[in-house]
T-cell receptor
Framework: DAMVIQNPRYQVTQFGKPVTLSCSQT?????MYWYQQKSSQAPKLLFH???????NEADTPDNFQSRRPNTSFCFLDIRSPGLGDAAMYLC?????????????FGPGTRLLVL | GQNIDQPTEMTATEGAIVQINCTYQ??????LFWYQQHAGEAPTFLSY??LDGLEEKGRFSSFLSRSKGYSYLLLKELQMKDSASYLC??????????WGAGTKLIIKP
């Protein structure tokens, strides 16, 4: 029973070519997060949605954008990927309506920039 | 600043016990998580501590001392499948989740 789904699992793009990663959830959680994780590093929070409210981290580059059209779906748009954007992108959800701060992760999308 | 410190790498033997330590300095504290992450995969939730003491869950236990800013994850009866990175993460007073870089655990037969 997949709960947080990310597509695709692997994405190859060209330098400067826009790419969109998708995330969906069947948990009905109100908060959705996007993280970037590079090898042997901690996950780095890019932004999160608390319901419809978008919260951008101060150090997230403008190159990264996000959309949440409804509760279940969230997208990460990278407008002009650079070589330094190659990483694993993790989507997570939590149910802060019930004070449950545990974050549940999708399988991740590994992005390769050529 | 805020930071989470954990050893970069540890090695243990199959069937043994290993303790992975985590110390934190954050602006406030609202709970501490341990996640397991296999190579190339997403983190999976292991435990959550918000009060001092030991929480036991099967072969895994997690301990918290808020006064010392310290936690550990204890893994018993190690199996080869326990080879993974173990990430410590703390929720601060702003309800931000601060992550450690993880401890890579290598299990040898």
């Amino acid at each position: 029973d997949a709960m947080v789904i990310q597509n695709p699992r692997y994405q190859v793009t060209q330098f400067g070519k826009p790419v969109t990663l998708s995330c969906s959830q069947t948990l009905n959680h109100n908060v959705m997060y996007w993280y970037q994780q590079k090898s042997s590093q901690a996950p780095k929070l890019l932004f999160h949605y608390y319901d419809k409210d978008f919260n951008n981290e101060a150090d997230t580059p403008d190159n990264f954008q996000s959309r949440r059209p409804n509760t279940s779906f969230c997208f990460l748009d990278i407008r002009s990927p650079g070589l330094g954007d190659a990483a694993m992108y993790l989507c997570a959800t939590s149910n802060l309506r019930n004070g449950q701060e545990t974050q549940y992760f999708g399988p991740g999308t590994r992005l390769l920039v050529l | 600043g805020q930071n989470i410190d954990q050893p970069t790498e540890m090695t243990a033997t199959e069937g043994a016990i290993v303790q992975i330590n985590c110390t934190y300095q954050t602006s406030g504290f609202n709970g501490l998580f341990w996640y397991q992450q296999h190579a190339g995969e997403a983190p999976t939730f292991l435990s959550y501590n918000v009060l001092d003491g030991l929480e036991e869950k099967g072969r895994f236990s997690s301990f918290l001392s808020r006064s010392k800013g310290y936690s550990y994850l204890l893994l018993k009866e190690l199996q080869m499948k326990d080879s993974a990175s173990y990430l410590c993460a703390v929720i601060n007073s702003n309800y931000q989740l601060i992550w450690g870089a993880g401890t890579k655990l290598i299990i040898k037969p």
